[in-house]
C-alpha cells in the first residue's frame, strides 16, 4: 500500500522561508512522477511543482523563482523549498505519486498525502 507522509510545515512571516519533505513508501515501481499540491480554504486544489520521471520539474505561474522541488530517490523522499513566502501561499500542501512519467493534472495522480499546513502571516 502505497504511503506518503508530509511534514515541515508551519508558521512564518511573509519573507521567510519553510521546507517541506514527503517520505513515499509501500511501492516498488520507484519511476513514478511526483507532485507538490496546495488547497486553501474555499478554493480547489492546484499544482504547485513536480518532477516527472526523467527528472524535469515544472512549477506553477505563481511560485516560479521562489519555489524548488527536489528529490532524494535514496531516501524516498521528495522536498519543497518554499523561499520569499508570501501570505497567499497559506494552504494546505499535499504531495502526490503517479504512475505515469510526464503526471502534471491532479487527476493523474493516484496517491496522496493527509497534508500538511502552511500559514504566512503579513
Known amino acids: 500500500q502505497v504511503q506518503l507522509v508530509e511534514s515541515g510545515g508551519g508558521s512564518v512571516q511573509a519573507g521567510g522561508s519553510l521546507r517541506l519533505s514527503c517520505v513515499a513508501s509501500?511501492?516498488?515501481?520507484?519511476?513514478?512522477?511526483m507532485g507538490w499540491f496546495r488547497q486553501a480554504p474555499g478554493k480547489e486544489r492546484e499544482g504547485v511543482a513536480g518532477i516527472y520521471v526523467d527528472g524535469s520539474t515544472y512549477y506553477a505561474d505563481s511560485v516560479k523563482g521562489r519555489f524548488t522541488i527536489s528529490q532524494d530517490k535514496a531516501k524516498n523522499t521528495l522536498y519543497l523549498q518554499m523561499n520569499s513566502l508570501k501570505p497567499e501561499d497559506t494552504a494546505m500542501y499535499y504531495c502526490?505519486?503517479?504512475?505515469?512519467?510526464?503526471?502534471?493534472?491532479?487527476?493523474?495522480?493516484?496517491?496522496w498525502g493527509q497534508g500538511t499546513q502552511v500559514t504566512v502571516s503579513s
Open positions: 502526490a505519486t503517479s504512475i505515469w512519467a510526464r503526471a502534471r493534472e491532479r487527476s493523474d495522480f493516484g496517491n
Open positions: 509501500g511501492y516498488t515501481n520507484t519511476k513514478r512522477s
